[in-house]
């Protein structure tokens, strides 16, 4: 199945909260589900300047200690994908804007994420997502 990893905090707010835009610098052709990968790397740094943006969005974020990393953690369906020079809600400007429906969180399976979208070896899939 494919994957997209995305950096903490922003996995969690796609997944368990209203994050319904994944920004990227690059366009996003593919749509359908795709696995939500929790990315190994966040740094103190980029973890307040989140806070501050998930507080102006009404979302209160776990602590950084609590948020999985270094997993697939959760399902979500790419609809579109379109470039806007535009801030919108979750999309920032001069960025593709994913659009992202249907979060579902799964059992958590850990896993090497890489950059661009990536391929999870099914039988890793079927056991949590059945």
């Not at 696995?35 to 989140?50: D, F, G, N, P, V």
């Not at 059992?107 to 090497?112: D, E, K, R």
Request: charge should be neutral.
């Amino acid at each position: 199945m494919k994957a997209l990893s995305v950096r903490q905090p922003w996995a969690w707010a796609i997944i368990h909260s209203t994050k319904n835009i994944e920004n990227r610098g690059w366009p996003i052709n593919y749509r359908g589900d795709i696995l939500i990968h929790a990315a190994k790397t966040c740094t103190k740094k980029e973890y307040q300047l989140s806070i501050e943006f998930c507080q102006d969005m009404g979302v209160v974020i776990p602590e950084l200690i609590s948020l999985r990393r270094g997993q697939v953690i959760g399902i979500v369906t790419i609809v579109d994908c379109q470039f806007s020079q535009v801030a919108s809600g979750w999309g920032m400007p001069g960025q593709y804007h994913c659009q992202l429906e249907n979060p579902r969180e799964i059992t958590p399976i850990p896993y090497i994420g890489r950059l661009g979208i990536f391929e999870v070896p099914d039988d890793l899939v079927m056991e949590v997502v059945a």
